[in-house]
């Protein structure tokens, strides 16, 4: 049985989305399909002493039908930016020294143009830094086909995928019927029921990036994941 997942890719995104890479045997990079503003694709928000911040990477759409692949990024400062307001919030974590060398350097030295390249580069580095060895693909690789859920599907067969993880959003659209006369079984990602852990600052919030998990609790940071029990 393979189990694969497909999803856009997002900037420095939660817990529960490396949870959903580390749970398949190939993860595939959306990135063909049409780029939304105010979504996770360029923005994911930290913890901070005044409550929670956005960190949002400025980026340019041209027209409503621009793919998440092709836009661009506007301002070729925002990982100093990043970087700064990160440091900032995070210097008093317990961890914070242990990761800030690896951090820094991935955002000083982060010049790519493309916002899917710039999600790619993070999202396999914390991957790397958290034992997750997913194999990793973009939908390009594949000949999609027409329709929202002929295109999963499709991706599924080219991958010998017998089964689907999706998030629970796509029940709006998907169509369970058409997988299952495909032979694909589809499972639905359940992110309710994580731990809480020790956060810098009150009240507790789930929904941050995954940095806040690492500078807090370091080489503990598996007791509040799901898919390493």
């Avoid at 409503?64 to 008093?92: A, E």
């Avoid at 995954?210 to 609790?217: A, G, P, R, T």
Wanted: hydrophobic fraction near 35%.
């Amino acid at each position: 049985m393979k189990r694969i997942a497909i999803l856009q890719s997002n900037y420095i995104p939660w817990k529960g989305y490396f949870d959903l890479i580390n749970m398949v045997d190939e993860f595939i990079f959306y990135d063909e399909v049409q780029y939304t503003k105010n979504d996770w694709r360029n923005r994911n928000k930290i913890k901070t002493s005044k409550g929670v911040q956005w960190l949002t990477i400025p980026v340019r759409q041209k027209s409503l039908d621009q793919k998440i692949k092709d836009t661009k990024i506007t301002d070729k400062k925002w990982n100093i930016k990043h970087w700064r307001t990160i440091s900032q919030n995070y210097v008093k974590s317990k961890y914070f020294k242990e990761y800030k060398d690896t951090f820094e350097e991935l955002y000083l030295t982060c010049d790519e143009e493309y916002l899917s390249q710039i999600n790619y580069k993070f999202i396999t580095a914390i991957n790397e830094i958290i034992g997750i060895t997913t194999r990793i693909r973009w939908a390009s690789e594949f000949d999609l086909l027409e329709g929202q859920t002929e295109k999963l599907i499709g991706i599924c067969k080219d991958c010998n995928a017998n089964i689907y993880l999706s998030g629970p959003s796509a029940k709006n659209y998907f169509n369970e019927k058409l997988a299952k006369e495909e032979n694909i079984e589809i499972e639905w990602m359940d992110y309710c029921g994580y731990p809480e852990y020790e956060q810098l600052h009150s009240p507790f919030e789930h929904g941050v990036t995954i940095l806040d998990l690492i500078f807090n609790k370091g080489p503990n940071l598996y007791k509040f994941m799901k898919s390493f029990k």
